[in-house]
T-cell receptor, first 115, second 114 residues
């Protein structure tokens, strides 16, 4: 079974621009979560989607948004980029999403650099 | 507020030795505790996980010990190998319906020396 895939793997953007990152979960996985990883703040939860609905959101400004499609693929968008948004953005998928913890499986991440 | 505290920040262990990483949590509602391994340039990989109804879980060379009363859990890597050199993260989650949010520790960079 193919793992979680994320595109693009690397991205360089300028302050003020916006960016869209894509995630394809493991086949059959219905829950998709997004995390931001930085050296200073570590791994922080952004949001989680299940059946095209955002079920949970972390403490990030409204510039960070996402969506999930009917095939469980997900995108996240960051508008008006700031230098501090430079990070590794990780997508994780989970098979059930019904409260039974069976683990989240991470993709390789998208490395976003804001200049 | 850091809900999951992880120590040490870095660890150097001789090949064949035991690596021990500790985590402590504050929120007693957490009921699922996974450990992740991350190599440079890769995403975190699920290593092993435990629920608080057991005190220990072992998978190969990896063991989680869990102390519910102390709100602490730890990862033990037996017979540590150079290939185990990576960053390890503990995490915690409240596994009720509608919540797949993982709260991570700050990570431990493990180096296994020959």
């Amino acid at each position: 079974k193919a793992g979680v895939t994320q595109t693009p793997r690397y991205l360089i953007k300028t302050r003020g621009q916006q960016v869209t990152l894509s995630c394809s979960p493991i086949s059959g996985h219905r829950s998709v979560s997004w995390y931001q990883q930085t050296p200073g703040q570590g791994l922080q939860f952004l949001f989680e989607y299940f059946s095209e609905t955002q079920r949970n959101k972390g403490n990030f400004p409204g510039r960070f948004s996402g969506r999930q499609f009917s095939n469980s693929r997900s995108e996240m968008n960051v508008s008006t980029l700031e230098l501090g948004d430079s990070a590794l953005y990780l997508c994780a998928s989970s098979p059930l999403g019904d409260g039974t913890p069976v683990g989240q499986y991470f993709g390789p991440g998208t490395r976003l650099t804001v200049t | 507020q850091q809900q999951v505290k992880q120590s040490p920040q870095s660890l150097i262990v001789q090949k064949g030795g035991i690596s021990i990483i500790n985590c402590a949590y504050e929120n007693t509602a957490f009921d699922y505790f996974p450990w992740y391994q991350q190599f440079p340039g890769k995403g975190p990989a699920l290593l092993i996980a435990i629920r608080p109804d057991v005190s220990e879980k072992k998978e190969g060379r990896f063991t989680i010990s869990f102390n519910k009363s102390a709100k602490q859990f730890s990862l033990h890597i037996m017979d540590s190998q150079p290939g185990d050199s990576a960053t390890y993260f503990c995490a915690a989650m409240i596994s009720n319906f509608g919540n797949e949010k993982l709260t991570f520790g700050t990570g431990t960079r493990l180096t296994i020396i020959p």
